[in-house]
Nanobody
Framework: QVQVVESGGGLVQPGGSLRLSCAAS????????MGWYRQAPGKQHELIAT???????NYANSVKGRFTISRGNAKNTVYLQMNSLKPEDTAVYYC?????????WGQGTQVTVSS
C-alpha cells in the first residue's frame, strides 16, 4: 500500500503563484510515476502533470508553460509550482502515485483563484 498526502492549497489572486507539495509513504520502492490531477466543480478529473521515474515530465495544454512539476531530493516527494494562476484553475488538486499498475490518490487540497 502507498499513502499519498498533499499540502499547500489555499486562496490566491489571479496572476499569483502557489506551490503544492506531495509525499508518498508506505511501499514506495519502485514507484513508476507521480502526478497531479484536478477536479473543478461539476467537471471530471483532469490530469495536469506527471513525472516519471526517469524524470521525464508531461503537462496538459491547459497548464503548460505556467505549472512545473518536480521531485524533491527524496523521490517520494513531488511539487507543483503554479504561476500565473487564473480563476479557471480553481479546483481540488489531487496528487497520485503509480506503482505496479495501481494508482494511489491523496485526499486533495483546495486551490481557489479569486480576487
Amino acid at each position: 500500500q502507498v499513502q499519498v498526502v498533499e499540502s499547500g492549497g489555499g486562496l490566491v489572486q489571479p496572476g499569483g503563484s502557489l506551490r503544492l507539495s506531495c509525499a508518498a509513504s508506505g511501499s514506495i520502492f519502485s514507484l513508476d510515476a507521480m502526478g497531479w490531477y484536478r477536479q473543478a466543480p461539476g467537471k471530471q478529473h483532469e490530469l495536469i502533470a506527471t513525472i516519471l521515474s526517469d524524470g521525464r515530465t508531461n503537462y496538459a495544454n491547459s497548464v503548460k508553460g505556467r505549472f512545473t512539476i518536480s521531485r524533491g531530493n527524496a523521490k517520494n516527494t513531488v511539487y507543483l509550482q503554479m504561476n500565473s494562476l487564473k480563476p479557471e484553475d480553481t479546483a481540488v488538486y489531487y496528487c497520485t502515485a503509480d506503482r505496479w499498475g495501481t494508482t494511489y490518490w491523496g485526499q486533495g487540497t483546495q486551490v481557489t483563484v479569486s480576487s
